[in-house]
């Protein structure tokens, strides 16, 4: 087997039972901003001619895309890392004041074994403000969660209406580490 | 150098007979300028959300691509979402126009100057971003042909106008987001708006 096929076969299931959880939802647009967690998924986004991929300079984009998406009779999902919480919370009128859904996957720094300590006030601060913001949350801790998770979230968001985002926790996720660097 | 653009005049000759255009108005004068122009259910005006304008735009132009989408929006708006000039560069709706009212001023907050006051060229960022349309506007003459752009040419395409800093008197849309946003689908989408 090659190195490469070997690197696939490794590769964790539930980024993929995500991206059949947003086909059978309906989800046609996926914005992202990148985050090593979301890597796969991405990748399978990417790969998938019936999605439209926007990868953005900051994660409040998606919040507007995702209104716009829906104005015009499309769903929406947005990809980000827990920081990219923050940048989103002005934005999030647009679900609380219009009724827009939003569905939002979030992968988690500055909670499990977070070696970083730029990462952990907005990682500890994501409930709080989601939950400020009028966003519902739901924690993903096991891989083998991922689809009913994420399909709980999204029946949430598109069918009631409302804002609603997977965390998905950095113990499941694996802490990063720059450990060989130092 | 003329006169400065009347920004009503403008707005009402990009609305003028609209047909299937789709508009997204961004919070402050620019929305009021489009409800002087006529209150419309595909008219999005804004009244918070301060830089979502321009991808709320790119949310409806990709999931419409066959239908025209207007963005108005004013200067201070577009640069608290400058950087959405950048995904709408890298994405490159076709379908999708920005009109920035370029008063170089915050109009709602007391008049106060914005950066484009002090030498920041929206259009240029556009340029540079890769809109293959990024022009300013600053004649009557100029109006027509930036409206038949609107309508006709391969986006995204950008346009600074500007217009003189005067304040006009206020024109309100509906303020309330839900009803703001179900009669814009039940208008674009009929009964799928219900779904």
């Known amino acids: 087997m090659s190195d490469r096929n070997r ?12 991206h059949d959880v947003l086909k ?31 990868p953005l300079t900051s994660e409040e984009q998606g919040i507007g895309l995702a209104a716009g998406a829906w104005l015009g009779g499309q769903r929406a999902v947005l990809l980000t890392q827990s920081s990219g919480v923050g940048n989103c919370v002005n934005a999030f009128t647009l679900g609380s004041n219009c009724g827009f859904p939003l569905l939002l996957v979030v992968t988690m720094r500055g909670e499990w074994g977070e070696f970083n300590p730029w990462q952990i006030p907005m990682g500890q601060a994501v409930e709080p403000v989601l939950h400020a913001s009028g966003v519902r949350s739901f924690r993903l ?24 985002a997977v965390l998905v926790s950095q113990k499941m996720l694996g802490a990063k580490s720059f450990a060989g660097a130092r | ?36 122009a006529g209150d419309h259910p595909l008219t999005f ?111 995204p395409l950008f346009f600074q106008v500007k217009v003189g800093a005067g304040a006009s008197a206020p024109a309100l849309p509906p303020r309330d987001g839900g009803y703001l946003k179900q009669r814009f689908r039940e208008a674009l989408l009929g009964s799928d708006a219900l779904r």
């Open chain 2, 1 to 36: 150098m003329s006169a400065p653009l009347d920004r009503r005049a403008v707005v009402a000759a990009l609305l003028e007979r609209r047909e299937t255009l789709l508009v997204v108005a961004g919070l402050g004068s620019p929305a009021w300028d489009c409800a002087a």
């Open chain 2, 45 to 155: 005006p804004l009244w918070g959300a301060m830089g979502s304008a321009s991808m709320i735009g790119m949310g409806l132009a990709l999931a419409q691509p066959e239908r025209r989408v207007l963005v108005i929006t004013g200067d201070g708006e577009m640069l608290m979402g400058l950087g959405s000039l950048a995904t709408i560069g890298a994405q490159r709706p076709r379908n999708l126009a920005l009109v920035v009212l370029d008063n170089e001023r915050y109009g709602e907050t007391g008049m106060q100057e914005t950066h484009t006051a002090h030498g920041v060229d929206l259009a240029a960022v556009a340029q540079a971003c890769g809109f293959p349309v990024a022009r300013r506007v600053s004649a009557p003459v100029e109006i027509a042909p930036m409206r038949g752009a609107v309508l006709e040419a391969s986006g």
């Open chain 1, 141 to 164: 801790e096991r891989p083998e969660d991922a689809a009913a998770t994420v399909d709980a979230a999204a029946g949430l968001a598109f069918d009631g209406y409302a804002m609603a």
């Open chain 1, 7 to 18: 690197r696939t076969s490794a590769e964790p299931a539930w980024p993929a039972a995500i």
């Open chain 1, 24 to 54: 059978s939802r309906g989800v046609r647009q996926v914005a992202y901003v990148p985050d090593a967690g979301h890597r796969r998924l991405i990748e399978l986004c990417h790969a998938d001619r019936s999605l439209v991929t926007v």
